[in-house]
């Protein structure tokens, strides 16, 4: 029986058959690296930024020592997180040392940098096997101009014609896809109107990412969405994402086979089991990528929330447990608990309080 499509996309990774058996023997798939801060972007709610960020990168001989880490642990694949990755002066030589450990690269970019042909081509190169991600928020400039600084006319035509292309040099559709950071601003018609162009137009799904209270969004506490809000954006989000799909996810657009295989290594070179949640198990100054985790697996893999009774409230007897915990970001800066409830979860019926 072919899988769920909600499992063959949510895991994100190409191969999500591979990365649902590192799922089960509690292996790390992925190691994401937040190689630098730099991005053409300005995004005001950055949750890696606390205030407008100098030029701050990971040392090139951090990056290859995890490197070097992650294929010793047969990790699978590298998500190249900023900032905006390509923005480093060495990123192409840093995936292409990735590649020949045996690494896949995924990049998470804002997409300007692919309006460079050249660097479009390179990027495609550096990314078989993998996935890219861009991020436009809303094709509406006034929106678009209140979520980010500088000229939103320019950017948005930059992040489409970057899209445009990569996929003129071969990419696949279905090895991409346009992330948005979800909040009050772009709820309602305007996430709808995006998930569906993106899908129509280019034949990429959307990953919605919930706005958390991290970094510069703790100065707009003000655009958290409401549940009805997240609810209306998830259904539309499945509907064109995972049509014929039975299964649906909480809050963040991935299932727990990509959030449970991730170890994410921050700019100042914390581990963390999310890179949205800046609360650090081990350091890479401090003791070898490896050591650390070995020493704080459970912390960094979630290892207790794979068995279903362990889960917390509603999640334990939620019909889509199979394939999502909840949003463990949201938990954390919500509730001060990486393992409580979603409070933001659209299937729990207890986060209705008119219910």
């Known amino acids: 029986m072919e899988p769920e499509s909600i499992i063959t996309y949510g895991c994100f990774h190409p191969d999500h058959a591979e990365e649902m058996k590192y799922f089960e023997e509690n292996k790390v798939y992925t190691v994401q690296i937040e190689s630098n801060l730099t991005c053409q972007q300005g995004c005001r709610y950055c949750y890696a930024s606390s205030a407008d960020a100098p030029m701050k990168e990971l040392a090139t001989q951090n ?12 990790v699978r694949a590298i998500d190249w997180l900023g900032g905006d ?20 690269n995924n990049i998470w970019t804002s997409g300007m940098p692919l309006g460079n042909f050249d660097v479009a081509r390179k ?40 899209i445009e292309n990569v996929q003129a040099h071969g990419k696949e559709p279905d090895t991409m896809m346009n992330c948005i950071t979800f909040c009050k ?39 958290i969405p409401a549940i009805q809000d997240v609810k209306e954006a998830c259904e539309v989000r499945d509907e064109v994402n995972y049509a014929g799909s ?42 070898s990528f490896e050591k650390a985790v070995e020493r704080h697996r459970d912390d960094l893999l979630l290892t207790k929330l794979r068995d279903p009774d362990n889960l917390p409230g509603h999640c334990s007897i939620c019909d889509h447990n199979s394939v999502c915990w909840g949003c463990r970001a949201t938990a954390f800066y919500e509730n001060g608990d990486v393992m409580a409830e979603d409070p933001r ?5 207890n986060n209705y309080p008119d219910r």
């Open 63 to 74: 990056i290859m020592d995890i490197l070097d880490s992650a294929a010793r642990m047969e």
């Open 85 to 104: 990755p390509i923005l480093r002066s060495d990123w192409y030589e840093l995936m292409i040392y990735a590649m020949d450990k045996g690494l896949k």
């Open 123 to 162: 990027v495609v190169e550096v990314t078989q096997g993998g996935f890219i991600s861009v991020h436009l928020d809303s094709l509406d400039e006034e929106i678009y101009g209140r979520l980010h600084t500088g000229n939103p006319k320019k950017k948005i035509q930059l992040i489409l014609k970057g």
């Open 185 to 223: 601003l772009v709820a309602g018609e305007d996430v709808k109107k995006t998930t569906r162009y993106f899908f129509e137009t280019f034949g990429m799904r959307t990953c919605l990412t919930q706005m958390c209270k991290a970094g510069l969004a703790r100065e707009h506490a003000d655009w």
């Open 246 to 287: 039975r299964l649906s996810m909480s809050t963040m657009d991935a299932n727990k086979f990509y959030c449970g295989g991730i170890i994410c290594v921050t700019i100042d070179g914390d581990l963390t089991p999310c890179s949205v949640i800046r609360k650090g198990f081990g350091n890479i100054h401090e003791t």
């Open 345 to 349: 979860c659209w299937m729990n019926p």
